[in-house]
């Protein structure tokens, strides 16, 4: 149980355009999605958490306008790159928490590699 | 605020090696701690936790600790595998170490 499927795994686009990433949990409801990045020496870096029904809340550093973050079931959260540039090519996970399970383990998706070219 | 440090490695052993991984965190409260693993090709998946002081995780060999006075949870194994070969994660709630790359050689 509590399989997090992120999609697509793997996209390509050319710089200006957007992309949208998506996260669902399949066999749990999640009030509560983390994303991240993860940088080529493998470090994991929160971008933001989600919340259902709600604004996300950034992390410092992080531009909300350009990496927008939308939640709005149980079930799914979406990121959507904004107007992506060649630096935010990246490694991007999502993860998620089961409803009411305050300081569970996290379960993630097996990620987005996202290519600007 | 809240944080993680781990050992950042990378780390290389031998088949049989013993293994230790340091993690100390900041925090408010005392939060659960968790070990988190990512294979090859792989998303995260969870390791061990522990959820208050004193308490030990363990899973596939590997063991931690959670030391409130020390505010550390190290991760050990007695005899890694090449089959253990991954980077490993420590975590509370969601914030990360930068996490440990772990070669086991034949």
């Known amino acids: 149980g509590a399989v997090v499927s992120q999609h697509p795994s793997r996209v390509i686009c050319k710089s200006g355009t957007s992309v949208k990433i998506e996260c669902r949990s399949l066999?749990?409801?999640?009030?509560?999605m983390f994303w991240y990045r993860q940088f080529p020496k493998q470090s994991l870096m929160l971008m933001a958490t989600?919340?259902?029904?709600?604004?996300?809340?950034?992390e410092q550093g992080v531009e909300k306008d350009k990496f927008l973050i939308n939640h709005a079931s149980l079930t799914l959260s979406t990121l959507t790159v904004t107007s992506a540039h060649p630096e935010d090519s990246s490694f991007y996970i999502c993860s998620a928490r089961l409803q009411g399970h305050y300081n569970s383990p996290l379960h993630f998706g097996n990620g987005t590699r996202l290519t600007v070219t | 605020g809240d944080s993680v440090t781990q050992m950042e490695g990378p780390v290389t052993l031998s088949e049989e090696a013993f293994l230790t991984i340091n993690c100390t965190y900041t925090a408010t409260g005392y939060p659960s701690l968790f070990w988190y693993v990512q294979y090859p090709g792989e998303g995260l998946q969870l390791l061990l936790k522990a959820t208050k002081a004193d308490d030990k995780g363990s899973n596939k060999g590997f063991e931690a600790t959670y030391r409130k006075e020390t505010t550390s949870f190290h991760l050990e194994k007695g005899s890694v595998q090449v089959s253990d070969s991954a980077v490993y994660f420590c975590a509370h709630d969601m914030r990360f170490g930068a996490g440990t790359r772990l070669t086991v050689k034949p």
């Open positions: 066999d749990f409801q999640a009030t509560t």
């Open positions: 989600s919340n259902e029904g709600s604004k996300a809340t950034y």
